[in-house]
């Protein structure tokens, strides 16, 4: 495992800064927490930011309307997760191109009357105070029924599907078995999601170009580069 380039982190920290300023300026937004591995303080430069959002009914529910209208779900790429998130919830996935590589900021917009804070979330502000709960932010997120998911083109389909491929990078970059998951995912045969790392990211560049289309280059070529960084670590 390798904790990863140093470059990463600095993006990550700058845009996470960013994205906070734009939280705290929103009046509707009721508090702000980070979850996943930053939440648990367990990060490396390979991590994405995952944050929980509290709103109240009306705003959350003009946020699943149109959740690029909030200045703090902006970016170069949003994709709308919602089947992701129980009944009355949102998530959106976004990803910024910063510097020429892909940062991922993955945001779930919870009700703010009916959500605890998470066992394993860092809360960052909260305008009035929240209990505290005894969930996990999975266990959570995974209770009650599911939200529908929005129908995509097969367009928007690849397209997601190539800014997933450093999720996988990210964790080939980690050694982790989960890059094999990921490749199965997104397409590429068992047999060339090999064991050695040097197959993996292979077959993650192999899914790339498959991915690619010339009216998302600016895509493309970040992810090109996240995965030549990948390589360097092998």
């Keep these: 495992m390798t904790s990863g380039p140093p470059l990463l982190g600095q ?6 800064d960013q994205v906070l300023r734009l939280l705290d300026a929103d009046p509707d937004v009721g508090g702000a927490a980070l979850i996943g591995s930053l939440g648990r303080g367990g990060e490396d430069n390979w991590s994405d930011i995952d944050l929980l959002v509290l709103m109240g009914d009306p705003a959350l529910g003009r946020f699943a309307a149109a959740p690029a209208a909030s200045p703090w779900a902006q970016a170069d790429l949003v994709v709308d ?3 992701n998130s129980p009944a009355g919830a949102m998530s959106v996935g976004t990803t910024h191109i910063l510097s ?3 940062v991922h900021v993955d945001l779930h917009v ?3 009357d009916r959500t605890p804070w998470p066992a394993d979330s860092r809360v960052l502000f909260q305008r ?3 209990r505290p709960g005894t969930m996990s932010f999975d266990q959570l997120n995974a209770s009650g029924p599911r939200q529908p998911a929005t129908a ?3 367009a928007e389909i690849r397209k997601i599907h190539l800014s997933y491929v450093p999720i996988a990078g990210k964790y080939l970059g980690r050694r982790s078995p989960r890059a094999r998951d ?3 995912f997104l397409g590429q045969s068992p047999d060339l999601a090999a064991r050695e790392p040097a197959a993996q ?3 993650l560049r192999a899914i790339a170009r498959d991915l690619s289309d010339p009216s998302w280059t600016w895509l493309s070529d970040a992810v090109t580069r996240y995965l030549d960084l990948v390589e360097a670590t092998l």
């Design 128 to 130: 009035r105070p929240a």
């Design 100 to 102: 020429g590589l892909p």
């Design 11 to 16: 993006l990550r920290g700058g845009l996470l």
């Design 110 to 112: 919870h009700p703010v």
């Design 152 to 154: 995509k083109s097969a």
């Design 201 to 203: 990211l292979q077959a």
């Design 182 to 184: 990921m490749i199965r």
């Design 81 to 83: 997760g919602r089947h």
